[in-house]
């Protein structure tokens, strides 16, 4: 069995931070209390506290200026896409909102693969499909599932849909194992999903359009009804 990580210090300490700030213990824009303060505060030394700010300010919550202070940066105005984790961590609410925007993506993401894939994307969309349906489980199959979704935006030609994905997929992963349910039966998970790819196989992008719509529509009822029911 695998080593679970431990958390540090800092790890304790990033999550605290992080929470007081989207809660709004340090509402944007504040300035945080001296380091020697908060620090004491906190019960960390300056220096975790330093490596915790680090991490913070790399996420796009923090920014320091030299001589002024650590401010909490205005993230829902000036951040991107990178800090959706981090607020699905936070709050589920942020995932009525992903999904919107999955279906809008995916629909495009099909339309313009059933235009621009190759016949290598296609055998390999084809391939990736049979793993869904011959997946042992929910979660193998979610994750295969995942997989067709990366190779359909690769096949539009756009490595910005590409990184889109991989950015909404990474967006719902801290909750992953509570969106499993339309992936349990492997084979209902491959009926839905293989009207995307022969769309996109037949070359017909209004119709691999329709075909992602319709999915992404019916996995998201039942993966927010799971939720509901939890």
Do not use: C
Not at 77 to 100: N, Q
Not at 130 to 154: C, M, T, Y
Not at 183 to 190: K, L, M, N
Not at 211 to 224: K, N, S, V
Request: charged letters at 25%; zero cysteines.
């Amino acid at each position: 069995m695998e080593t679970l990580p431990r958390e540090t210090v800092v790890d304790v300490l990033e999550n605290r931070l992080r929470e007081d700030i989207l809660t709004g213990r340090h509402p944007t824009g504040s300035y945080l209390p001296p380091e020697r303060e908060l620090a004491t505060g906190y019960g960390v030394t300056r220096t975790t506290l330093k490596h915790a700010f680090g991490r913070l300010v790399h996420a796009g919550l923090l920014e320091t200026r030299h001589g002024v202070g650590t401010r909490v940066r205005d993230y829902a105005r000036l951040g991107g896409a990178d800090l959706l984790p981090m607020l699905v961590r936070h709050s589920p609410d942020w995932l009525g909102e992903i999904f919107e925007v999955r279906r809008s993506i995916g629909a495009l993401i099909a339309a313009r693969a059933a235009s621009q894939r190759t016949p290598a994307q296609l055998a390999e969309l084809r391939g990736l499909l049979a793993a869904v349906a011959g997946a042992e489980g929910g979660d193998p199959a979610q994750l295969a599932d995942s997989e067709v979704h990366r190779a359909l935006a690769r096949a539009t030609g756009n490595r910005v849909y590409t990184l889109l994905t991989n950015t909404l997929f990474n967006a719902y992963l801290p909750v992953r194992a509570h969106l499993v349910e339309p992936f349990r039966d492997p084979g209902a998970a491959h009926a839905r999903l293989a009207p995307v790819v022969e769309a996109v196989a037949g070359g017909d992008a209004d119709a691999a359009r329709t075909a992602a719509d319709a999915y992404l529509t019916a996995t998201e009822r039942i993966m927010l009804d799971a939720l509901g029911a939890a």
